[in-house]
């Protein structure tokens, strides 16, 4: 396979890395038939899903849907994929560990170039990456939030005064305007962390984005359901009001 008429999809969620990363792109890699730019993890399965790219290169953590979840996608139409991450010893010894191809963040010219250079070889060879999977599977719980790295504590603000909420209490996060909802059982308050942010201290086993901007604990959903306009919605055990989901997360509830 020749890299004429190829596509590729670069995921990013902030501009000017994103920017930069697709010049860098249009000069390592001018044969690319297209390159289209995907702001988050939403646009970037919707990309998928339209285009079959044969290249992804994908931020790890995105809003909306993570990189892991892109590259799922992007492997089962039969592309092979690059991650992106800033620079975090530990993550890096996790890609290391599942010889997963990876850039630094900022991308680096002479970086790029080379994984550019691994997968010419590979198209040229028409080496697919079917064990890529796998070993997304694994990355993903080698990258899963352990010892000083995990959340325990929120230090969120009610009204005047700043409350201490335990990570166990809270059901749900809530993204709204410039803050993010922090909901438990017997109240509410608010915090400024973006929700991009607070998952990488959040354990995926306990809690699970449903849409961009709600992350909800798996032990406090009852069921989701779908409105007469065809949008689906998430109950909480006990609670009336009902959280919006994302067609991109549905997969989640297989079975439920």
Known sequence: MTSSGLVAI???DEAPQRAALLSMLAD????????????DGVAA???????????????????????LDV????VAAGGLVVFTTAYDEYAIRAFEAGAVD????????????????????????NNGDGDLQARVDELEAALRPR????????????????????????LYFQAQDKYVRVVTDEAEAVI???????????????????????????AAIDRVRKDELGKWHLCLR????????SGAFLHRFRGM
């Open 28 to 39: 390592a890699w001018p044969e690319l038939q297209s390159v289209t730019a995907c702001e």
């Open 238 to 245: 006990g609670r009336s009001k009902s959280l919006p989901v």
């Open 147 to 170: 010892g000083d790295r995990q959340v325990r504590w929120i230090s969120a603000s009610v009204g005047d005064s700043v409350r201490m909420i335990g990570i166990d209490e809270v």
């Open 45 to 67: 399965l919707q990309a998928v899903a339209e285009l079959r790219p044969a290249v992804a290169f994908l931020d790890i953590r995105m809003p909306g849907v993570s990189g």
């Open 71 to 74: 590259a799922r996608a992007v």
């Open 192 to 218: 400024r962390t973006p929700l991009k942010d607070l998952l990488s201290g959040l354990d995926p086993d306990t809690f699970w984005q449903v849409h961009r901007g709600v992350v909800v604990r798996v």
């Open 102 to 125: 990876y850039l630094l963040k900022p991308v680096q010219p002479v970086h790029l170039a080379r994984a550019v250079g691994r997968l010419r070889e590979r198209l040229a060879a």
């Open 10 to 12: 670069v995921a990013e």
